[in-house]
């Protein structure tokens, strides 16, 4: 997938020293009550919400809040990845990386450059640039990528061309495993680069990966279904199914021999159809007759391969997801904010993920509808073929990302990725602005503006309306004193009239609220009108809006012994 703009847009928007636009400052009843954007909400629809915290409580993976830059605002963002094209040809030794078609097949010092390296002659510097920047709070998660595909960039002398394929002067081969002695201050004329001198590097500088101050976690190189068309100077074959599970396999126990505990993700689809076929390998149609998708394939090579080695060499399924999603005949994607029609399909769009009643207009739900919702047919293939392993959505997007429709759109995202046992996420930017995404990530990770955050074990919560008000709960740590409710109006004109009905142990007392809509990002304060009753409380949420509620009661009562252990909670 070539994408020269994206690539451009990225560039923009790291060049403002990879920060966050400004960080936002800190209803009654009635059927036509005024929505923050001046006009007359129309009459409210009635939706119910039921929540029960007696429900076996899951946990939320703290590492969904991700993206894929260097973060200003830790608080928010958990954790982080150093992903995408530019990694594929990434020489650790002297800081080079390749555009590949993103931009002419530049040879460069792109990396070093928008991450500020302070020296960037010195061994993985981008690299290390990024961990000490990101690393200053502890039990945050770095996602690093290791090149794969064969080669990396041999200088930062501009534009490869065509005759410059490799192997060529313009490349340095890569090898995973190194058999002799590593050596920190490598060898810079020998023209092979080593991958598990990279990953050692690393581990003497920061410690092993499951035990540093920020963990860290290992892909195994970048969309590689797309190697074919994203670096056709340094792989210019299509992948085919065998040669990913074999390199697959090398790259990652050369790892696993060094940072023995180290999580390794892969394959890292850039989407669907890799997915189903590794985007048509030569070799997909043996595979084929016995396995449904590709996705069966690589879970049950990599199990195998595993097992012969007698180490995990699997740890995190790691996939990205860029909806198809249609409205009115636009993708959600490229298409700019859009029409209402294309605002309501962006809203709609995270449904895809997990709503079994759901039909996605797309291509993708029109041809290959037994697929979707993607997550429970990606646990299921798990199950299957490689119990144990994680899952990873490590790049996304829903577009609009600096209107209401794509914070909404977001904001139903992580309630989805909390709410269904995904362990990893990164949100990736498309767009230079991007306020209300991050305004959907503060409503989650610091919706007072000082530090406090939605709960880490999700309890059950049902909505009788799902296409119009998604909801989502969660508390602390098994203390259900205090309750957190996500809760979304997605309706462009209607407000919707909520009863809360809430089964808890506990008597709540009070309730406060913080909520973001259409007027602007900003996450504000709000009283909530009323008393709660017998755990029950009734409140009109304005047409696009985000609303948290914290519901707290002045008992505190633990509730570990009332559930299974907390170690049969944990998801794969």
Known sequence: MNRLWLFLLFLVLLSLNSGISSPPSQADRQSLEPNSSGKAAQAGLTVTFQIDVNAEPKPISLWIYGINRLPEEPGIWAAARMGGNRWTGYNWENNASNAGSDWYHSNDDFLCWILSCEDGSQPAAALKTFLDEFGQVEGQYALLTLPMAGFVAADKDGPVAENQTAPSVRWEEIKYQKSSAFDYSPDLTDQVVYVDELVAHLVQTYGQAASAQVRRGYSLDNEPDLWKYTHSRLHPSQTTVAELIDKSA??????????PQAEIFAPVHYGFWGMKTLQDAPDWSPYSQTYDW?????????????????????????????????????????????DECLQRARMQAPRALWDESFEEDSWIGEWFGDYLPILPRLRTSIQTYYPGTKLAMTEFSYGAENHISGGIAIADVLGVLGKYGVSYAYFYPLEQNFDYVTAAYRIYRNYDGQGSAFGNFGVRAETSNVEVAPI???IHDLDVSRLHLIVINRDLTQSVQGNFVI????????????????????????????NIQDNQFDYTIPPLTVVHFVIESQAQVPIYKLFLPLTQFDYP
């Not at 080695?309 to 995190?316: H, I, Q």
């Not at 089964?503 to 009323?530: E, H, L, N």
């Open 250 to 259: 090398a790259l990652a126990s050369a790892v696993k021999k060094v940072d």
């Open 294 to 338: 590709f996705v069966d394939v690589y879970l049950d090579q990599m199990r195998r391969r595993s097992e012969q080695t007698g180490k995990r060499l699997l740890d995190v399924f790691d996939f990205h997801w860029y909806p198809e999603a249609q409205g009115c005949g636009q993708r959600i994607l490229w298409s700019g904010v859009g």
């Open 472 to 474: 989502y709960a969660a």
């Open 503 to 530: 089964t808890s142990p506990v008597a709540y007392t009070q309730i406060k609220g913080w909520k973001f809509d259409q007027a602007d990002s900003q996450i504000r304060a709000f009283s909530v009108p009323g």
